[in-house]
């Protein structure tokens, strides 16, 4: 079982529907982050959080230590917002490099 | 955007060839990072480096080695390509350990 699970691996939705995407882990962690991954390839840093909640436009990532799961939530959905987005937690105390990441949700947004 | 360039961003080798990718940043951080992305798997460090002549192994890093002679540029080279390095690579940078990562545009590398 990995230890970074995502669900769904697939999603699509229509332009403005709200959009929640899961990540669950099984690990202690010191941190989490939301990366967006664009179509060409590109990879975005969205969020970098270690509890409650952060918001950037219409974007929200939660954490909820406790229950090991964080969500990522997205407002008024366009379709520039298709792309895969990624989770990955920090093992131990705050290491990039001790990064383990999901293996992404595929999101697209039809007009 | 941070700056970071990978060269090349394309490359077909044949098996048994050595193969070295760059990435260079202009941001001076002290972390550097090459990831390979594959389906189904989740992105996989390759090796890291901390500093000039600082660096370390991943959790893939059979058949790769590094070097960062300079803080602004991080080879990666495959010393015998083999099929199984088909893969897309990623260089990521960050200021701190701990601190977001920042990443290049990958390069896409094919091992016939």
């Known amino acids: 079982k990995n230890e970074v699970e995502q669900s769904p691996q697939n999603l699509t939705a229509q332009e403005g529907e709200f959009i929640t995407i899961n990540c669950s882990y099984s690990?202690?962690?010191?941190?989490l982050h939301w990366l967006q991954q664009h179509p060409g390839g590109g990879i975005v840093s969205l969020f970098m959080?270690?509890?409650g909640k952060k918001k950037h436009g219409r974007l929200i990532a939660t954490i909820n230590i406790q229950e090991k799961h964080s969500s990522l939530h997205i407002t008024a959905s366009h379709p520039r917002d298709s792309a895969v987005y990624i989770c990955?937690?920090?093992?131990?105390?705050?290491?990039?490099?001790?990064?383990?990441f999901g293996t992404g949700t595929r999101l697209q947004v039809f007009p | 955007d941070a700056g970071i360039t990978q060269s090349p961003r394309h490359k077909v080798t044949e098996t048994g060839t050595p193969v070295t990718l760059r990435c260079h940043q202009t941001?001076?951080?002290?972390?550097m990072y090459w990831y390979r992305q594959d389906p189904g798997h989740g992105l996989r460090l390759i090796h890291y480096s901390y500093g000039v002549k600082d660096t370390d192994k991943g959790e893939v890093s059979d058949g790769y080695s590094v070097s960062r002679s300079k803080t602004e540029d991080f080879l990666l080279t495959l010393e015998s390509a083999t099929s199984s390095q088909t893969s897309v690579y990623f260089c990521?940078?960050?200021?701190?350990?701990?601190?977001?990562?920042?990443f290049g545009n990958g390069t896409r590398l094919t091992v016939t």
């Open positions: 959080l270690s509890s």
């Open positions: 941001e001076n951080h002290r972390y």
């Open positions: 690990v202690g962690i010191s941190a």
């Open positions: 990955a937690v920090e093992k131990d105390s705050y290491n990039t490099d001790k990064l383990i």
């Open positions: 990521a940078i960050s200021d701190y350990s701990g601190s977001p990562l920042h």
